[in-house]
């Protein structure tokens, strides 16, 4: 996949070693504008902390293409706050990735999947279109961040999955230094957020937060389920 004579492995080691230490904005725009120019995506819920990555993003290249998920299950704030955000920060190649009405019609003809069996839910409905949508790039962008816990908390800035080099500047950043963000360049909140929903996934598997619970526990609330998929060793197997 990549023109240098290294194994994906060895382009991770590299890529650490040149760029250690650095992280948001400082990390992403070489791996936009040098490592990766023209052969990088940004993947984008444009959930409640979505718009700093966007942000930076688009200081550093606004035509970078942005992959937006829609599972046909999402929360038309969410889709409103997509459409504010691309607008505000004049973002020019935000793609949305949909499963095509053949494949739920097979898969979901119900559209109860979602309890039945979320993790297959997920494959379908974000996970098979994510790895059609992603090929023809070599690195991808994330903003998945440590303080998240679970399988993020030791989440590195430059890494390897299914053959992607996957970029997470956020990585290292605290909630705080989210939160300054918003304040700093007066980004929108996403509207769900005031009524409890600190983290915004699909209507059917996200639940307000009690106070004081982790921003994450809404996401498939009573279940051990905490990822979508796309993060893990799903997308190999829709590749």
Known sequence: MFDQPRTLTERVEALSQTYH??????????????????RIALVS???TE?????????AIDKSLPVLFI???????????YRDELVALLGLTDVRTVRPTALKIAEIDPDLMLWQKDPDKCCFTRKVEPLAQAI??????ITGRKRFQGGGRATLQPIESDAGFIKINPLAGM???????????HKL??????????LSVGC?????????????????WAGTDKNECGIHESMLSAAL
């Open 174 to 184: 605290t909630f705080a230094e989210i939160e300054t963000a918003f304040e700093t």
């Open 50 to 58: 979505s718009a700093v990555l966007l942000h930076m993003v688009a």
């Open 188 to 197: 929108p909140r996403h509207p769900l957020e005031a009524e409890g929903f």
């Open 45 to 47: 819920s444009f959930g």
């Open 70 to 80: 829609d599972t046909g299950k999402l929360f038309g704030e969410t889709l409103r």
């Open 135 to 140: 090929k023809g790039f070599d690195a991808w």
């Open 21 to 38: 230490g650095l992280h948001g904005e400082a990390l992403l725009r070489p791996m936009v504008d040098r490592e990766f120019k023209g």
């Open 203 to 219: 209507y059917t598997c996200s639940a307000r937060v009690a106070p004081g619970a982790d921003r994450r526990s809404g996401r």
